[in-house]
């Protein structure tokens, strides 16, 4: 089938990208499902910092790609051997797939899977398959998702079905946002209950990971960024005390637990220096590959401390995207609150220029 997506066809063009385009929006050929996968069609997809450190270079991928990652769809087609999803199903897509047969799927979440992680560096589904195509050559799935496009078929590994009562862009949200930011906070800075945490860097992962801290009702609840207009909106949300970078350095601010999800070695030395005696320290944030920290081992050692690096939340997709939805449903979260633009296809480069320059929190693709 056709169908109409945004095509990544080089990789590092200048911005500002609402005028030099790196995403071209065209006619895509679409194969239909093979075994396992499933034909989706998008409700709902958001803009992530994954999405630009491709078009930037950070993580350099396979092209010509088909760009977007967080997406939530209706299930149109399932192909043999899928269980428990069915056509007319709404599901969430999550970024890496599991295939929950090698050693890193018996981590509980802790490593990611090593035939999923595969597949993501090759712009393949989790079979291995490129179903994209556009005059006879392949394009590159990103991330087994492909979502910057009205249909995707994905592999059933990388969907989770959630009930119909969870509208489209919270539903895709829940998907990468929530599922990195607040599945960090509870699969592995797992605060005990009075325990104080920081969240370091308020883009959409970081003020993820801030709703769910509020949500649980723990201990104090500390913001950190450079912009006061992401401050401003993290008291209004509930954060208990919220500061720059420079304050926190200047005044000692500290916590039992500090989560950094801003993808800077700047931002991961304040989240480690801010981090009191016995905590954890933990990173989501994709840096990079160059970029290097400067930290005290003797720190590690003298103080008892951890530092986790958390792939997608340390999370299993199908136990957390539930949970998630369950606590949206019960107001304990409240993902509309992370939408900041809702945009069509044709707004795409210029949300990417939003999005480098920290304008926004989540902007969300919605399909007619």
């Known amino acids: 089938m056709l169908i109409t997506g945004a095509i990544l066809e080089e990789i590092g063009r200048q911005r500002p990208y609402a005028a030099t385009e790196p995403l071209r929006i065209a006619e895509v050929e679409l194969a239909p499902p093979g075994p396992g996968e499933l034909l989706v069609r998008i409700e709902a997809a958001g803009v992530c910092h994954s999405d630009l450190s491709v078009v930037n270079g950070s993580r350099v991928r396979p092209t010509p790609m088909l760009l977007g990652h967080e997406a939530a769809g209706r299930v149109i087609e399932a192909g043999a051997g899928v269980q428990g999803i069915d056509p007319g199903d709404r599901v969430v897509m999550a970024f890496l797939p599991r295939c929950g047969e090698c050693p890193a799927c018996a981590t509980d979440g802790r490593l990611p899977c090593e035939r999923g992680a595969a597949a993501n560096e090759a712009g393949t589904l989790l079979s291995g398959a490129r179903r994209l195509a556009s005059d006879g050559e392949e394009i590159h799935h990103h991330l087994g998702v492909s979502a910057f496009a009205t249909h ?88 208990h005390e919220t500061w720059t970078p420079a304050e926190v350095a200047e005044r000692g601010i500290t916590a039992d637990h500090v989560l950094e999800c801003a993808g800077h070695p700047r931002a991961f030395e304040t989240a480690f220096d801010a981090t009191r005696p016995g905590g954890r320290t933990v990173t989501v944030g994709l840096p ?71 304008r926004s929190v989540r902007q969300v693709v919605l399909f007619d």
């Open 152 to 239: 995707a078929v994905v592999h059933s590994a990388s969907a989770v079905r959630v009930d119909d009562d969870v509208p489209p862009e919270v539903a895709a949200v829940l998907g990468c946002a929530v599922l990195t930011g607040g599945g960090a906070m509870i699969n592995a800075i797992a605060a005990s209950p009075g325990e104080s945490v920081m969240v370091v860097g308020l883009g959409g992962v970081g003020m993820a990971a801030l709703l769910v801290a509020i949500g649980q009702g723990s201990g104090d609840v500390i913001a950190v960024d450079t912009l006061p207009e992401k401050l401003d909106l993290a008291r209004q949300w509930g954060a």
């Open 288 to 358: 990079d590959p160059a970029a290097r920290s400067t930290i005290s081992p003797l720190t590690l050692t003298a103080q008892a401390r951890t530092v986790i690096g958390s792939y997608l939340g340390s999370a299993v997709p199908s136990r957390d995207i539930p949970r998630f939805a369950q606590w949206w449903r019960e107001g304990r979260l409240p993902v509309e609150k992370l939408i900041s633009r809702r945009i069509g296809l044709d707004d795409l480069n210029t949300a990417l220029d939003d999005l480098a320059d920290g």
